[in-house]
T-cell receptor
Framework: RKEVEQDPGPFNVPEGATVAFNCTYS??????FFWYRQDCRKEPKLLMS???SGNEDGRFTAQLNRASQYISLLIRDSKLSDSATYLC?????????????FGPGTRLSVLP | NAGVTQTPKFQVLKTGQSMTLQCAQD?????MSWYRQDPGMGLRLIHY???????DQGEVPNGYNVSRSTTEDFPLRLLSAAPSQTSVYFC???????????????FGPGTRLTVT
């Protein structure tokens, strides 16, 4: 079983739609959680951190459920510029530091 | 700040050749890492380092070597290239958190490697 699993996608939605991405992780020792965004043929960039209390950044809301080992990302009022692959990330402590473990990503296409 | 830089951007190797992928950062980050990204697999950690002289293996270290002689540079060496190493390679860096503190990783633009 993969450490981090995500909706397989792709998601094709019209502009203005609300879209939700789901992510589950297998290791209960995972300590920190993030959503990264990756545009086609580009490097990943941090979208937002995810906290147990839930957090919001404009049109983006992230939730974490440690008991269920589940993370979500909600995008409201989708824009064409939201088209990208969304990567769920958890961290696990290695011998020397916290290592990032990436999910395979879910691709989003927002259509005009 | 240039951030994280990687060279080359593209490379084609023949099976059995060796090469070094370069990575440098100018943010004084202790933590540096190498990932490979393959379709459907996400990014997988190859090796990481938390400072000069300190490196450790990640999930997929076989066939790769690293060393860290300075804070700024973290080269990745392919010892004898194989077609299975065809991939996109990303270098990343961050401050190294204490305890459970985790900092954002910044990524370089990637190196697209093809091994024939």
């Amino acid at each position: 079983r993969k450490e981090v699993e995500q909706d397989p996608g792709p998601f094709n939605v019209p502009e203005g739609a609300t879209v939700a991405f789901n992510c589950t992780y297998s290791n209960s020792a995972s300590q920190s959680f993030f959503w990264y965004r990756q545009d086609c043929r580009k490097e990943p960039k941090l979208l937002m951190s995810v906290y147990s209390s839930g957090n919001e950044d404009g049109r983006f809301t992230a939730q974490l459920n440690r008991a269920s080992q589940y993370i979500s990302l909600l995008i409201r009022d989708s824009k064409l510029s939201d088209s990208a692959t969304y990567l769920c990330v958890v961290t696990l402590r290695g011998d020397y530091g916290q290592n990032f473990v990436f999910g395979p990503g879910t691709r989003l296409s927002v259509l005009p | 700040n240039a951030g994280v830089t990687q060279t080359p951007k593209f490379q084609v190797l023949k099976t059995g050749q060796s090469m070094t992928l370069q990575c440098a950062q100018d943010m004084n980050h202790e933590y540096m890492s190498w990932y490979r990204q393959d379709p459907g697999m996400g990014l997988r950690l190859i090796h990481y380092s938390v400072g000069a002289g300190i490196t450790d293996q990640g999930e997929v270290p076989n066939g790769y070597n690293v060393s860290r002689s300075t804070t700024e540079d973290f080269p990745l060496r392919l010892l004898s290239a194989a077609p299975s190493q065809t991939s996109v390679y990303f270098c990343a860096s961050s401050f190294n958190g204490v305890g459970s503190k985790v900092y954002e990783q910044y990524f370089g633009p990637g190196t697209r490697l093809t091994v024939t």
